[in-house]
């Protein structure tokens, strides 16, 4: 097939030798399976913020570290050069997510290079070799499905040991690989200890997988899993071996309505300085 522009510069170096077909085209990206040298890859185009469809970068962005405080000044005004750092820091966090992930021995793609907003990683596969298809595209039985919902879990805990939350989680960034699932699709990964949506985002996850194993095994809807496995990670419980039971004690304790309603207001303030930058953003473009 006709090399895609973006690709041209890895053909140049040598890091990849051909082209073979587009994989799939979603909200963030573009990938396309290639060769190097012996081996299939993949190599994963990532749009830019006008293309992109995903619309809730903010909160993804909590918690990230940019490497000096003029990078931070410009991407909060939403500057030319802040724009280009919100950017680099979007496409860099699955970069690192993925070799974090990697190296703590979670199943995900094997990350090779990323280079002008290209990520060259493993092309996961099937048992006859094929690509690998995504979770929403294969029936299970019961059995399977309570089989492959442990062993995602146990994931989602291995991430989180690792100081990582996916944030998108579900079926259709889940691949179903000759031995077991693979989770993709990282770059709205956060950093568990630093991001204040952190503990939503990982019963989000969780819930997102029993929603989708609960088709094919009712009995995983009525856990508690997400709220259990984060009780353990904040009491520093957790570990890649640990039993899960999907049961977590009712919080008795009296709420307190003043700094609730505090809280809140704080967070509709947010909101709305947030829309203000992003009008002023658009009518500046």
């Given at each position: 097939m006709k090399v895609p522009k973006r690709l041209m510069p890895l053909l140049e170096?040598?890091?990849?030798?051909?082209?073979?077909?587009?994989?799939?085209?979603?909200?963030?990206?573009?990938?396309?399976?290639?060769?190097?040298?012996?081996?299939?890859?993949?190599?994963?185009?990532?749009?830019?913020?006008k293309q992109r469809s995903f619309r809730q970068a903010?909160?993804?962005?909590?918690?990230?570290?940019?490497?000096?405080?003029?990078?931070?000044?410009?991407?909060?005004?939403?500057?030319?050069?802040?724009?280009?750092?919100?950017?680099?820091?979007?496409?860099?966090?699955?970069?690192?997510?993925?070799?974090?992930?990697?190296n703590a021995g979670v199943r995900v793609p094997q990350p090779y290079i990323c280079t002008d907003g290209v990520l060259l990683m493993e092309l996961v596969v099937d048992a006859e070799?094929?690509?690998?298809?995504?979770?929403?595209?294969?029936?299970?039985?019961?059995?399977?499905?309570?089989?492959?919902?442990?062993?995602?879990?146990?994931?989602?805990?291995?991430?989180?040991?690792?100081?990582?939350?996916?944030?998108?989680?579900?079926?259709?960034?889940?691949?179903?690989?000759?031995?077991?699932?693979?989770?993709?699709?990282?770059?709205?990964?956060?950093?568990a200890a630093a991001n204040t949506e952190a503990c939503a985002m990982l019963v989000r996850d969780v819930n997102n997988l029993a929603a989708y194993f609960g088709r094919f095994a009712p009995e995983v809807l009525s856990a508690s899993y997400g709220k259990e496995i984060w009780a353990l990670y904040e009491a520093g419980e957790l570990n890649v071996d640990v039993e899960l039971t999907g049961y977590v004690e009712p919080d008795a304790s009296p709420v307190d309505m003043d700094s609730l309603l505090l809280e809140l207001e704080d967070s509709r303030l947010e909101e709305e300085a947030r829309m203000r930058r992003e009008q002023q953003l658009t009518s500046t473009q």
């Open positions: 170096e040598g890091l990849i030798d051909e082209v073979l077909s587009q994989l799939m085209s979603g909200k963030e990206a573009t990938v396309y399976v290639v060769r190097s040298g012996d081996a299939t890859r993949c190599a994963k185009v990532y749009k830019d913020a903010a909160s993804y962005r909590d918690g990230r570290k940019v490497q000096n405080s003029r990078q931070a000044r410009a991407m909060e005004k939403g500057s030319r050069y802040g724009r280009q750092m919100q950017e680099e820091v979007w496409q860099n966090a699955e970069v690192n997510a993925l070799f974090q992930l990697a070799g094929d690509v690998a298809p995504r979770l929403n595209d294969v029936d299970l039985t019961q059995e399977r499905a309570l089989q492959l919902h442990a062993m995602l879990l146990n994931q989602v805990v291995r991430m989180l040991c690792a100081g990582v939350i996916h944030g998108d989680l579900s079926e259709y960034n889940i691949l179903l690989a000759a031995d077991g699932p693979v989770i993709i699709d990282l770059p709205q990964a956060v950093d």
